[in-house]
């Protein structure tokens, strides 16, 4: 059997409210679109029904359900996710329905016209609230200061399986989103921006956003410059 040229990667902790309907979406999706991709869906260690909802979800198209045993990280799920895909391609959807399938059309039409490599997204409207705006512009500007790029990256992005090391990536958390566009962007490899909607959450909280998560990203930022520092370092030893 041939490899997929795509691979979804869906990550999920205590979604068993939204993941059945999510699914269904875009396994509809995939069959009208991308008929020959695969999911690989992970659990981050839900205390929930997550696990069993995703399994009758996708039941009977190619995909792969993995369960971390206790709650990881987005960055964890991510790496889990790609370290399993076999596409030659790469996105991922989060599991709480904000963003419509028809994103993976988006991106892909961009990587196809532009040539590019790897295609991030911003999104055209979301109402995170004044403070969630300043802080987001903040860390903006320190990753131009600390990393000297300029990262458009707010949503899901499409890659190329071969520039998505796992193993480098150290962070379990939401920081890898932040650590993958730094590193592709310093690297020039070829990549490109395209805007996408977000809409409501289906129902529940949001796990994956939180002031506390952004208090330490400056932190963060200069753990990775010395990472870096020395990764080069190394390689001219």
């Keep these: ?31 009208a679109h991308e008929p020959a991709a ?33 709650n990881r990280g987005i960055g964890a799920a991510l790496k889990t996710g790609v370290r399993a895909a076999h596409g030659a391609w790469v996105t991922f959807l989060p599991a709480d329905g904000q963003i419509a399938p028809d994103a993976i059309r988006t991106l892909r039409d961009a990587a196809s016209s532009e040539g590019a490599e790897v295609v991030f997204s911003v999104y055209d ?5 004044l403070h ?10 320190l990753i131009r200061l600390i ?13 190329r399986r071969s520039h998505f090391d796992a193993d480098q990536l150290v962070p379990d958390t939401f920081f890898l989103n932040f650590e993958f566009p730094i590193r592709i962007l310093s690297a020039e ?20 956003t939180g002031l506390k998560r952004i208090y330490g990203v400056a932190k963060d930022l200069l753990e990775l410059r010395a990472r870096r520092a020395q990764e080069s370092q190394r390689r001219h030893a």
């Design 1 to 31: 059997m041939t490899s997929p040229d795509l691979s979804v990667v869906i990550f999920a902790f205590n979604e068993e409210a939204n993941i059945a309907p999510v699914l269904a979406e875009l396994r509809e999706w995939l069959a």
């Design 38 to 70: 695969e999911i690989v869906f992970v659990d981050d260690g839900s205390a929930d029904g997550t696990s069993a909802e995703a399994a009758k979800a996708l039941a009977g198209m190619p995909h792969q359900l993995l369960r971390h045993e206790t």
């Design 125 to 129: 409207h979301r109402d995170d609230g």
């Design 132 to 141: 969630r705006k300043v802080l987001s512009a903040g860390v903006r500007a």
């Design 147 to 159: 990393h000297g790029v300029r990262m458009q990256s707010d949503g899901p992005y499409l890659f």
């Design 189 to 208: 490899v070829p990549a490109t921006v395209v805007t996408i909607e977000c809409r409501p959450r289906r129902s529940g909280q949001s796990k994956s």
